[in-house]
């Protein structure tokens, strides 16, 4: 049944093994809101593809990310495949949102690391999958923009071999075939040797042909070898090696381990033309291939006091461990709690111990407080869904959660817990920021209040000393967000000012001094200072 926008009911799962939770990752602009798109029309969750530079895909509903064409945050889609309920979880790749990515990486139990076709691999790049190899994801790459002419599928695929070499092997899954004029059309399923058409608007298969035989024979022995090393039948690396035809019902259960281990990362395709272009193979990816939330460890758990745990298990009926991984807040719809539950079952209208993390002196609320939390929804980007109890391994978005910040732990008032912080990145960056008008002096504090609920990052100053307000942010495009999110959300009007530092211990008197830096070459720097007083 769907809705009057053409979104249907939301998905539940009984199971926590019907769940998976998946992280989209890549730099910016690689596609990866424009592929979350194409998954949820293709699994029926909505009845149109968006479009991210007419702002009208559900990822970036946000009115900034829409005015920016791009991702400032992360959003979540809840849809039902096959059975399986998935929540993909669209990243920012720019890399001054990076708080949003480890909040991705730490809701998450796999990865796909989206390439564009034209882009090849760049620092910012290889930064992000250093981020998965950090968090020991599990992950596959989506190679997208075929339908470009300048992209190449294959030179992508040997540039993520030679940079991504020592984490795992990175092998192509499905081979695209393209018609006469050089557009893809489909692909060729390198285990199943079938091949899959997008010609007639949704996927049809056929048998491979004869003239792909060479293609595929060297491109599958390679992916064969690289499954079975997983393998725990130890003779079947010596039946392929003999030749021995091994079944695809072998092959699959050794696949899903080597994902899971993350010592094989599969490389998959995917186009906006023609539309969904490699989807349906990627959710078949997702559902067959990724670990559930039941395969995937907890992060570590205390008490409130500090006291280490023994480790959760990802039951439904343990003990309640959920986490705020992304809060958003406005002055219409007030605050949005985004949660993953580790261990037990959360329900609305339940009484929750929430506890959190941060330092005051950075302007965040330290936590130790019981709260009732509200209704429980699905969300699909800005659209939520009334859900019943969320399990062990959902993610749902919670509403009136007004005291929690994103990284508290929730818990049951029986057993409150906290988890281990995930690292976020340090603001280097200061901003001083003074409100325009008296109005905007009033609304400044409340304003901040809840960016910082919001943000982790954020730190905010209030320096007696110089008697300004300093912002610590990543980067400029960070400094940028806030300024906007102010003016646009709250109504705030702020102005930048150069940040003062106060000087403890001054120059009395004028002073003159020279130095000298010598190279090993035998040239040598001279540095002449001379300081005096201000008048
Ligand atoms: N031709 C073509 N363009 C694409 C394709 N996928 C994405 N694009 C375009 O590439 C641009 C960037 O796409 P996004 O989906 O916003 O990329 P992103 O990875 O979400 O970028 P960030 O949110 O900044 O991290 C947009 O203009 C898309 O329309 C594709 O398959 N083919
Ligand atoms: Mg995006």
Redesign the pocket.
């Known amino acids: 049944m769907s809705d009057k926008r053409g979104f249907k009911a939301a998905p539940t799962a009984n199971l926590p093994e019907d769940i998976r939770n998946v992280v989209l990752i890549?730099?910016?602009?690689?596609?990866?809101?424009?592929?979350v798109e194409s998954l949820i029309y293709a699994a029926g969750a909505s009845t149109r593809i968006g479009?991210?530079?007419d702002g009208t895909t559900i990822s970036?509903f946000d009115p900034i990310s829409i005015k920016q064409?791009?991702?400032v945050g992360l959003a979540v889609a809840t849809i039902s495949w096959q059975g399986l309920v998935i929540n993909l979880i669209?990243t920012?790749?720019?890399e001054d949102f990076m708080a949003d990515l480890r909040a991705g990486l730490r809701a998450a139990d796999a990865a796909l690391f989206?390439i564009g076709s034209t882009d090849g691999v760049d620092a910012a790049t290889r930064h992000l999958w250093d981020e998965c190899e950090a968090a020991g994801m599990p992950r596959g790459i989506v190679v997208?923009?075929?339908?470009?002419e300048r992209g190449d599928f294959e030179e992508t695929v040997a540039v993520c071999q030679r940079i991504f070499a020592g984490g795992g092997a990175v092998l192509p899954l499905h081979l695209p075939i393209h018609a006469n004029n050089g557009s893809p059309i489909g692909f060729i399923d390198l285990l199943t040797t079938t091949i899959h058409e997008w010609t007639t608007g949704s996927r049809a298969e056929r048998e491979c042909e004869r003239e792909h035989g060479d293609l595929i024979e060297l491109a599958r022995g390679d992916l064969i070898e690289a499954i079975i090393t997983e393998s725990e039948d130890e003779n079947l690396m010596d039946r392929f090696v003999a030749g021995e035809p091994v079944e695809v019902e072998t092959l699959n259960r050794d696949f899903e381990r080597a994902v899971a281990r993350g010592h094989f990362h599969p490389v998959l395709g995917?186009?906006?033309?023609p539309a969904t272009l490699g989807t349906d193979l990627i959710l078949e990816l997702i559902g067959r291939g990724f670990p559930s939330p039941a395969e995937r460890p907890l992060p570590v758990v205390m008490s409130v006091g500090g006291d280490p745990l023994p480790p959760l298990l990802p039951d439904p009926a343990g003990p309640l461990c959920a986490e705020v991984f992304k809060t958003t807040s406005d002055p219409d719809n007030g605050k949005l709690s985004l949660v993953r539950v580790f261990s037990g079952t959360l329900t609305a209208d339940q009484a929750v111990h929430i506890t959190g993390h941060f330092e005051s002196s950075s302007g965040h609320q330290i936590q130790d407080v019981v709260a009732r939390i509200g209704v429980l929804s699905a969300p699909l980007g800005a659209e939520q869904r009334p859900v019943a109890p969320a399990i062990a391994g959902s993610i749902v978005s919670v509403s009136k959660l007004t005291g929690a910040e994103t990284g508290d732990t929730l818990s049951s008032l029986a057993q409150p817990l906290i988890m281990e912080p995930w690292l976020m990145p340090e603001p280097l960056l200061p901003i001083a920021i003074r409100a325009h008008t008296a109005t905007d002096e009033e609304n400044l504090g409340p304003a901040l209040a809840r960016l910082l609920a919001e943000d982790p990052t954020l730190r905010i100053d209030q320096n007696v000393a110089t008697r300004q307000m300093v912002v610590w942010c990543i980067g400029e495009a960070h400094a940028n967000l806030v300024a906007e999110q102010l003016r646009t959300r709250y109504r705030v009007n702020v102005d930048t000012e150069e940040v003062r530092f106060q000087l403890r211990e001054t120059f009395a008197t004028m002073a003159e001094g020279i130095g000298r830096i010598g190279e090993q070459s035998g040239q040598y720097t001279v540095c002449e200072i001379v300081v005096e007083p201000l008048p």
């Open positions: 890549g730099p910016t602009g690689s596609g990866k809101t424009s592929l479009n991210v530079e970036d064409h791009r991702s669209d920012p790749g720019y989206v997208t923009k075929l339908d470009n995917h186009s906006l033309a």
